[in-house]
């Protein structure tokens, strides 16, 4: 059965880096895509990128210059960095498997870890 | 960006009401559509895929249509589990982007 699970610190402050890291069970890292997305009450819903190919990777173009995102396929992991945050960037992030036959689709999701960004 | 606007934005209901949600993307996106159901602290559910496509495991009291702009889901007869808040996605171009929300409470 797969399963996700986001972990990263609850609070970070303006201007610093967010870092989350998504475990995956079940399944290999490097036998899929994934995806980031996150709830803010404002944005709601926002597709941040995913990675592909061991590596690759495509991000929302309105976070790109401030993102990363990595695989860790020794931990079984994919991780998220975003840096200099502001308090807009305070949201639940989700990760997410990337299903692709005819289409795409995220049919595997994490519950989703709460950043809030504050000083 | 593709712009996806769900209605309602919010609707209530009782077990066994058949409830419909529309979807319009702000250009062609073909059938590259899904939805999806988020309740409060619990992993999010793919419900739909391709438009009308039911995800495994997924009652079949949910059904889904559409194409071009225009696309609707509806739920034939409300269970305790779905009084929650469903999005749309599409996937046809990147950002990939989701509509605001639909939630549907008890009444």
């Known amino acids: 059965q797969v399963q996700l699970q986001e972990s990263g610190p609850g609070l970070v402050k303006p201007s610093e880096t967010l870092s989350l890291t998504c475990t995956v069970s079940?399944?290999?890292?490097?036998?899929?895509?994934w995806s980031w997305i996150r709830q803010s009450p404002g944005r709601g819903l926002e597709w941040i990128g995913y990675i592909f190919y061991s590596g690759s990777t495509t991000s929302n173009p309105s976070l790109e210059s401030r993102i990363t995102i990595s695989e860790d396929s020794s931990r079984n992991q994919i991780s998220l960095k975003l840096t200099s945050v502001t308090a807009a960037d305070t949201a639940v992030y989700y990760c997410?498997?990337?299903?692709?036959?005819?289409?795409?689709?995220?049919?595997?999701w994490g519950p989703g870890t709460l950043v809030t960004v504050s000083s | 960006d593709i712009q996806m606007t769900q209605s309602p934005s919010s609707l209530s209901g009782v077990v066994g009401d058949r409830v419909t949600i529309t979807c319009r993307a702000s250009e062609n996106i073909v059938t590259y559509l899904n939805w999806y159901r988020l309740k409060p602290g619990k992993a999010p559910e793919l419900l739909i895929y391709e438009a009308s496509r039911l995800q495994s495991g997924v009652p079949s009291t949910f059904s889904a249509s559409g194409s071009g702009t225009d696309f609707t889901l509806t739920i034939t007869s409300l269970q305790p589990d779905d009084f929650a808040t469903y999005y749309c996605q599409q996937s046809s171009s990147i950002p990939y982007t989701f509509g605001q929300g639909t939630r549907l409470d008890l009444k």
């Open positions: 997410a498997r990337v299903s692709l036959s005819s289409a795409s689709y995220l049919d595997k």
């Open positions: 079940g399944v290999s890292v490097d036998s899929h895509f």
